[in-house]
Protein backbone atom coordinates (compact mmCIF):
# COMPACT_ATOMS: atom_id res chain seq x y z
CA UNK A 1 0.00 0.00 0.00
CA UNK A 2 0.88 3.35 -0.46
CA UNK A 3 2.08 5.45 2.17
CA UNK A 4 -0.25 8.74 3.14
CA UNK A 5 2.02 12.08 2.76
CA UNK A 6 0.87 14.06 5.74
CA UNK A 7 2.37 17.29 4.56
CA UNK A 8 -0.43 19.52 3.41
CA UNK A 9 -2.89 17.92 5.35
CA UNK A 10 -5.00 20.38 7.42
CA UNK A 11 -5.55 19.54 11.32
CA UNK A 12 -9.18 18.39 10.68
CA UNK A 13 -7.89 15.76 7.94
CA UNK A 14 -4.97 14.50 10.12
CA UNK A 15 -6.68 14.26 12.61
CA UNK A 16 -9.13 12.21 10.63
CA UNK A 17 -6.12 10.37 9.65
CA UNK A 18 -4.87 9.74 13.30
CA UNK A 19 -8.56 8.69 14.64
CA UNK A 20 -8.12 6.50 11.43
CA UNK A 21 -5.42 4.66 13.58
CA UNK A 22 -7.01 4.29 16.83
CA UNK A 23 -5.47 7.22 18.35
CA UNK A 24 -6.94 9.85 20.25
CA UNK A 25 -7.51 13.24 18.59
CA UNK A 26 -5.00 15.22 19.92
CA UNK A 27 -2.45 13.67 18.77
CA UNK A 28 -3.18 15.42 15.41
CA UNK A 29 -2.08 18.91 16.49
CA UNK A 30 1.17 17.34 18.13
CA UNK A 31 2.08 15.84 14.70
CA UNK A 32 0.85 18.88 12.86
CA UNK A 33 2.82 21.15 15.18
CA UNK A 34 6.30 18.83 14.35
CA UNK A 35 5.82 19.11 10.57
CA UNK A 36 5.57 22.66 10.13
CA UNK A 37 8.60 23.06 12.46
CA UNK A 38 10.00 21.32 9.44
CA UNK A 39 10.56 17.61 10.95
CA UNK A 40 10.00 15.16 8.44
CA UNK A 41 11.49 12.11 10.95
CA UNK A 42 9.03 10.89 13.12
CA UNK A 43 11.66 9.76 14.88
CA UNK A 44 11.85 12.94 15.68
CA UNK A 45 8.67 13.69 17.07
CA UNK A 46 9.55 13.19 20.70
CA UNK A 47 6.30 14.11 22.61
CA UNK A 48 4.61 10.66 20.70
CA UNK A 49 4.29 7.50 22.07
CA UNK A 50 6.44 4.57 20.90
CA UNK A 51 3.79 2.28 19.37
CA UNK A 52 2.58 5.70 17.26
CA UNK A 53 5.48 6.51 15.76
CA UNK A 54 6.09 2.98 14.35
CA UNK A 55 2.48 3.01 12.96
CA UNK A 56 3.14 6.62 11.44
CA UNK A 57 6.47 5.01 9.88
CA UNK A 58 4.87 2.20 8.54
CA UNK A 59 2.00 4.00 6.77
CA UNK A 60 2.66 7.87 6.06
CA UNK A 61 5.75 9.79 5.42
CA UNK A 62 6.14 13.91 5.25
CA UNK A 63 7.64 15.37 1.38
CA UNK A 64 9.45 18.00 1.86
CA UNK A 65 11.10 20.17 -1.45
CA UNK A 66 14.15 20.71 -1.71
CA UNK A 67 16.37 24.02 -2.61
CA UNK A 68 17.48 23.36 -5.78
CA UNK A 69 19.28 27.20 -6.32
CA UNK A 70 19.39 29.83 -4.90
CA UNK A 71 19.95 33.63 -6.43
CA UNK A 72 20.67 36.61 -4.50
CA UNK A 73 19.95 40.08 -5.75
CA UNK A 74 23.09 42.45 -5.60
CA UNK A 75 20.53 45.39 -5.73
CA UNK A 76 18.35 44.27 -2.41
CA UNK A 77 17.48 41.30 -0.57
CA UNK A 78 15.87 39.68 -2.61
CA UNK A 79 16.47 36.23 -3.26
CA UNK A 80 15.35 34.13 -5.74
CA UNK A 81 14.46 30.26 -4.66
CA UNK A 82 14.85 27.69 -7.43
CA UNK A 83 12.70 24.08 -5.64
CA UNK A 84 13.29 20.87 -6.56
CA UNK A 85 9.98 18.43 -6.17
CA UNK A 86 10.08 14.89 -6.13
CA UNK A 87 9.03 14.36 -9.44
CA UNK A 88 11.77 16.37 -10.68
CA UNK A 89 9.91 18.96 -11.68
CA UNK A 90 11.49 22.60 -10.64
CA UNK A 91 9.27 25.86 -9.06
CA UNK A 92 10.47 29.08 -8.40
CA UNK A 93 9.80 31.62 -5.42
CA UNK A 94 11.04 34.85 -4.19
CA UNK A 95 11.50 36.86 -0.97
CA UNK A 96 11.28 39.90 -0.66
CA UNK A 97 11.91 42.21 2.27
CA UNK A 98 10.30 45.25 3.20
CA UNK A 99 9.78 48.31 6.05
CA UNK A 100 6.41 46.17 7.55
CA UNK A 101 8.24 42.46 7.26
CA UNK A 102 9.15 39.76 5.13
CA UNK A 103 7.30 38.36 1.87
CA UNK A 104 7.47 35.44 -0.27
CA UNK A 105 6.00 34.79 -3.36
CA UNK A 106 4.38 31.06 -4.02
CA UNK A 107 4.21 29.36 -7.01
CA UNK A 108 0.95 27.43 -7.39
CA UNK A 109 1.41 25.17 -10.55
CA UNK A 110 4.33 24.01 -12.58
CA UNK A 111 4.11 26.20 -15.52
CA UNK A 112 0.70 27.53 -16.29
CA UNK A 113 -2.10 27.00 -19.11
CA UNK A 114 -3.32 30.74 -18.66
CA UNK A 115 -1.38 31.57 -22.01
CA UNK A 116 -0.87 35.51 -21.35
CA UNK A 117 1.16 37.17 -23.64
CA UNK A 118 3.64 38.72 -22.33
CA UNK A 119 3.72 36.07 -19.28
CA UNK A 120 6.98 33.69 -19.08
CA UNK A 121 5.22 30.69 -17.06
CA UNK A 122 3.14 29.90 -19.52
CA UNK A 123 5.18 29.44 -22.42
CA UNK A 124 5.89 25.70 -21.94
CA UNK A 125 2.55 25.59 -20.95
CA UNK A 126 1.00 23.73 -17.78
CA UNK A 127 3.07 20.63 -16.26
CA UNK A 128 0.59 19.96 -13.13
CA UNK A 129 -0.72 21.83 -10.15
CA UNK A 130 0.98 21.84 -7.14
CA UNK A 131 -0.19 20.13 -3.86
CA UNK A 132 -0.99 22.19 -0.56
CA UNK A 133 2.56 20.67 1.04
CA UNK A 134 4.67 21.84 -2.04
CA UNK A 135 3.18 25.38 -1.51
CA UNK A 136 3.07 25.00 1.98
CA UNK A 137 6.71 24.42 1.99
CA UNK A 138 7.94 27.19 -0.01
CA UNK A 139 7.38 29.27 3.00
CA UNK A 140 8.48 26.51 5.04
CA UNK A 141 11.75 26.02 3.37
CA UNK A 142 12.37 30.19 3.15
CA UNK A 143 11.63 30.02 6.66
CA UNK A 144 14.29 27.69 7.50
CA UNK A 145 16.83 29.09 5.23
CA UNK A 146 16.63 32.53 5.65
CA UNK A 147 15.85 32.35 10.07
CA UNK A 148 12.94 34.96 10.29
CA UNK A 149 9.55 34.68 10.34
CA UNK A 150 7.49 35.22 7.03
CA UNK A 151 5.16 37.72 7.66
CA UNK A 152 2.75 38.13 4.07
CA UNK A 153 2.51 36.05 1.76
CA UNK A 154 1.39 36.32 -2.31
CA UNK A 155 0.20 33.90 -4.57
CA UNK A 156 1.72 35.20 -7.56
CA UNK A 157 4.43 33.25 -8.41
CA UNK A 158 3.51 30.69 -11.90
CA UNK A 159 0.64 28.93 -12.29
CA UNK A 160 -3.25 30.09 -12.07
CA UNK A 161 -4.17 29.70 -8.48
CA UNK A 162 -8.28 29.50 -8.94
CA UNK A 163 -7.36 26.46 -11.22
CA UNK A 164 -6.19 24.70 -8.10
CA UNK A 165 -8.99 25.81 -5.73
CA UNK A 166 -9.24 22.87 -3.51
CA UNK A 167 -5.35 22.85 -2.66
CA UNK A 168 -5.01 26.69 -2.52
CA UNK A 169 -7.50 26.45 0.16
CA UNK A 170 -6.02 23.86 2.09
CA UNK A 171 -2.51 25.64 1.55
CA UNK A 172 -4.52 29.03 3.24
CA UNK A 173 -5.98 27.31 5.96
CA UNK A 174 -2.16 25.61 7.20
CA UNK A 175 -0.34 28.97 6.87
CA UNK A 176 -3.00 30.74 8.41
CA UNK A 177 -2.99 28.40 11.09
CA UNK A 178 -1.38 29.19 15.02
CA UNK A 179 -0.19 25.63 14.84
CA UNK A 180 1.72 26.15 11.87
CA UNK A 181 3.01 29.53 10.47
CA UNK A 182 0.04 31.95 11.75
CA UNK A 183 0.20 34.36 8.93
CA UNK A 184 -3.05 36.30 9.11
CA UNK A 185 -5.45 36.11 6.23
CA UNK A 186 -5.27 39.90 5.97
CA UNK A 187 -1.60 39.29 5.07
CA UNK A 188 -2.33 37.11 2.37
CA UNK A 189 -3.03 37.98 -1.08
CA UNK A 190 -4.73 35.92 -4.10
CA UNK A 191 -3.55 37.33 -7.49
CA UNK A 192 -5.88 35.68 -10.40
CA UNK A 193 -5.93 36.37 -14.19
CA UNK A 194 -10.00 36.37 -13.54
CA UNK A 195 -11.39 33.01 -13.49
CA UNK A 196 -15.09 34.07 -13.00
CA UNK A 197 -16.84 31.28 -11.27
CA UNK A 198 -13.59 30.47 -8.64
CA UNK A 199 -13.55 34.14 -7.51
CA UNK A 200 -17.61 34.14 -6.66
CA UNK A 201 -16.71 30.53 -4.44
CA UNK A 202 -13.48 32.07 -3.11
CA UNK A 203 -15.50 35.42 -1.98
CA UNK A 204 -18.07 32.51 -0.41
CA UNK A 205 -15.18 31.52 1.66
CA UNK A 206 -15.37 34.52 3.52
CA UNK A 207 -11.81 34.33 3.55
CA UNK A 208 -10.23 38.36 4.79
CA UNK A 209 -7.74 37.77 2.16
CA UNK A 210 -6.85 40.18 -0.57
CA UNK A 211 -7.66 39.31 -4.23
CA UNK A 212 -5.51 40.68 -7.17
CA UNK A 213 -7.10 41.02 -10.55
CA UNK A 214 -4.51 40.74 -13.82
CA UNK A 215 -6.57 43.00 -15.47
CA UNK A 216 -3.88 44.69 -18.06
CA UNK A 217 -6.25 46.16 -20.30
CA UNK A 218 -9.37 48.63 -19.87
CA UNK A 219 -11.45 46.75 -23.29
CA UNK A 220 -12.35 43.48 -24.61
CA UNK A 221 -10.99 43.71 -27.66
CA UNK A 222 -7.18 44.31 -26.09
CA UNK A 223 -7.83 41.99 -23.06
CA UNK A 224 -8.96 39.20 -25.22
CA UNK A 225 -5.15 39.35 -27.16
CA UNK A 226 -3.01 39.73 -23.61
CA UNK A 227 -5.10 37.70 -21.49
CA UNK A 228 -6.83 34.94 -23.17
CA UNK A 229 -9.37 33.94 -20.23
CA UNK A 230 -11.05 37.20 -21.19
CA UNK A 231 -12.56 35.27 -24.40
CA UNK A 232 -14.29 33.16 -21.44
CA UNK A 233 -14.74 35.58 -19.05
CA UNK A 234 -15.08 39.16 -20.20
CA UNK A 235 -14.21 42.53 -18.56
CA UNK A 236 -17.89 43.03 -17.21
CA UNK A 237 -18.28 39.41 -16.01
CA UNK A 238 -14.84 40.30 -14.22
CA UNK A 239 -15.81 43.47 -12.56
CA UNK A 240 -19.31 42.20 -11.46
CA UNK A 241 -17.56 39.15 -9.61
CA UNK A 242 -14.96 41.85 -8.30
CA UNK A 243 -17.94 43.75 -6.77
CA UNK A 244 -19.45 40.26 -5.70
CA UNK A 245 -16.37 39.99 -3.86
CA UNK A 246 -16.21 42.98 -2.09
CA UNK A 247 -19.62 43.04 -0.95
CA UNK A 248 -18.55 39.59 0.82
CA UNK A 249 -15.67 40.09 2.03
CA UNK A 250 -15.78 44.10 2.53
CA UNK A 251 -11.77 43.81 1.20
CA UNK A 252 -10.56 46.12 -1.61
CA UNK A 253 -9.91 44.37 -4.72
CA UNK A 254 -6.39 45.24 -6.19
CA UNK A 255 -5.90 45.19 -9.80
CA UNK A 256 -2.92 44.69 -12.05
CA UNK A 257 -2.22 46.14 -14.47
CA UNK A 258 1.40 45.91 -16.33
CA UNK A 259 2.35 48.89 -18.54
CA UNK A 260 3.66 48.13 -22.43
CA UNK A 261 4.68 50.07 -24.10
CA UNK A 262 2.89 51.20 -26.77
CA UNK A 263 0.46 48.25 -26.37
CA UNK A 264 -1.95 49.09 -23.06
CA UNK A 265 -0.09 52.65 -21.80
CA UNK A 266 -1.67 54.93 -23.94
CA UNK A 267 -3.63 58.35 -22.52
CA UNK A 268 -7.39 56.37 -23.90
CA UNK A 269 -6.21 53.67 -22.08
CA UNK A 270 -6.12 55.13 -18.44
CA UNK A 271 -9.07 57.47 -18.61
CA UNK A 272 -11.03 54.34 -19.88
CA UNK A 273 -9.34 51.80 -17.28
CA UNK A 274 -10.34 54.84 -14.29
CA UNK A 275 -14.09 55.06 -15.94
CA UNK A 276 -14.12 51.41 -15.72
CA UNK A 277 -13.22 51.17 -12.14
CA UNK A 278 -14.76 54.63 -10.73
CA UNK A 279 -16.71 54.33 -7.61
CA UNK A 280 -14.94 50.81 -6.82
CA UNK A 281 -13.45 49.93 -3.93
CA UNK A 282 -9.70 49.32 -5.27
CA UNK A 283 -6.52 49.83 -6.00
CA UNK A 284 -4.67 49.59 -9.06
CA UNK A 285 -0.91 48.60 -8.84
CA UNK A 286 0.75 49.24 -12.09
CA UNK A 287 3.50 47.32 -12.91
CA UNK A 288 6.19 48.49 -15.21
CA UNK A 289 6.63 45.48 -17.67
CA UNK A 290 9.39 42.53 -17.05
CA UNK A 291 10.31 42.23 -20.61
CA UNK A 292 10.41 38.67 -21.69
CA UNK A 293 13.15 37.46 -23.54
CA UNK A 294 10.74 35.23 -25.73
CA UNK A 295 8.04 37.70 -26.22
CA UNK A 296 8.78 41.15 -28.26
CA UNK A 297 6.87 43.16 -25.33
CA UNK A 298 8.55 46.69 -24.07
CA UNK A 299 8.67 48.23 -20.78
CA UNK A 300 6.59 51.56 -21.12
CA UNK A 301 8.75 55.00 -20.77
CA UNK A 302 8.78 56.26 -17.79
CA UNK A 303 7.30 59.44 -18.34
CA UNK A 304 4.43 57.36 -19.89
CA UNK A 305 3.85 55.02 -16.67
CA UNK A 306 4.00 58.60 -14.65
CA UNK A 307 1.60 60.11 -16.84
CA UNK A 308 -1.13 56.94 -16.57
CA UNK A 309 -0.55 57.07 -12.73
CA UNK A 310 -1.26 60.77 -12.88
CA UNK A 311 -4.93 60.16 -15.00
CA UNK A 312 -6.25 57.28 -12.46
CA UNK A 313 -5.32 59.84 -9.84
CA UNK A 314 -7.06 62.41 -11.35
CA UNK A 315 -10.21 60.67 -11.76
CA UNK A 316 -9.85 59.72 -7.82
CA UNK A 317 -8.38 56.19 -8.40
CA UNK A 318 -5.98 55.05 -5.77
CA UNK A 319 -2.89 54.02 -7.78
CA UNK A 320 0.81 52.83 -7.09
CA UNK A 321 3.49 52.01 -9.38
CA UNK A 322 5.15 48.70 -7.63
CA UNK A 323 8.40 49.03 -6.43
CA UNK A 324 11.35 46.81 -8.36
CA UNK A 325 13.07 44.30 -6.58
CA UNK A 326 15.38 41.46 -7.79
CA UNK A 327 15.31 43.12 -11.48
CA UNK A 328 18.92 41.36 -11.75
CA UNK A 329 17.72 37.84 -11.17
CA UNK A 330 15.16 37.80 -13.22
CA UNK A 331 12.70 37.69 -10.09
CA UNK A 332 9.14 38.31 -12.87
CA UNK A 333 7.27 35.43 -13.08
CA UNK A 334 8.66 32.47 -14.41
CA UNK A 335 11.56 33.92 -15.75
CA UNK A 336 14.32 32.09 -13.72
CA UNK A 337 12.88 28.98 -13.89
CA UNK A 338 13.10 28.87 -17.84
CA UNK A 339 16.59 30.03 -18.23
CA UNK A 340 17.71 27.52 -15.91
CA UNK A 341 15.24 24.64 -17.36
CA UNK A 342 17.58 25.82 -20.41
CA UNK A 343 20.57 25.44 -19.24
CA UNK A 344 19.89 21.95 -17.53
CA UNK A 345 18.66 20.77 -21.10
CA UNK A 346 21.76 22.36 -22.37
N1 LIG B 1 -2.11 33.56 -12.69
C1 LIG B 1 -2.18 34.59 -11.68
C2 LIG B 1 -0.96 34.66 -10.78
C3 LIG B 1 0.40 34.57 -11.39
S1 LIG B 1 0.96 35.93 -12.36
C4 LIG B 1 -2.47 35.92 -12.32
O1 LIG B 1 -2.55 35.99 -13.54
O2 LIG B 1 -2.68 36.88 -11.60
C5 LIG B 1 1.32 37.21 -11.22
C6 LIG B 1 1.27 38.60 -11.82
O3 LIG B 1 2.44 38.87 -12.64
C7 LIG B 1 0.07 38.82 -12.74
O4 LIG B 1 -0.47 40.09 -12.51
C8 LIG B 1 0.72 38.73 -14.10
O5 LIG B 1 -0.08 39.30 -15.09
C9 LIG B 1 2.04 39.43 -13.87
N2 LIG B 1 3.06 39.21 -14.88
C10 LIG B 1 3.33 38.10 -15.56
N3 LIG B 1 4.36 38.28 -16.40
C11 LIG B 1 4.77 39.55 -16.24
C12 LIG B 1 5.80 40.34 -16.83
N4 LIG B 1 6.59 39.86 -17.77
N5 LIG B 1 5.93 41.62 -16.41
C13 LIG B 1 5.11 42.10 -15.45
N6 LIG B 1 4.13 41.42 -14.86
C14 LIG B 1 3.95 40.15 -15.25
Redo the contacts with the bound molecule.
Sequence with gaps: MAKTNLKGMTVEELQDFIVSLGEPPYRARQIFRWIYKGVTDFEKMTDLPRTLVEKLKELSYIDKIGIYKKFQSRKDATVKYLFLLSDNNIIESVKMEHSYGVSVCVS?QVG?A?G?A????TIDGLKRSLNSGEMVDQILVIQEDIKKRISHVV???????LLNYDELIKFLNIINSPLAFNISYRRITV???GIVPEIRRLADEGLPITL???L?APEDDLRDKL?PVNRRYPILELLDACKYYIIKTNRRITF?Y?LISDVNDSKECAVKLARLLKGLLCHVNL?P????RERDFMRSKPENIRLFQEILRHYGISVTVRQEMGADIEA???QLRRSIMNEVKR
Design positions: SCMCFCASIMGSGEPSTCSVSHVEAILNPVACG
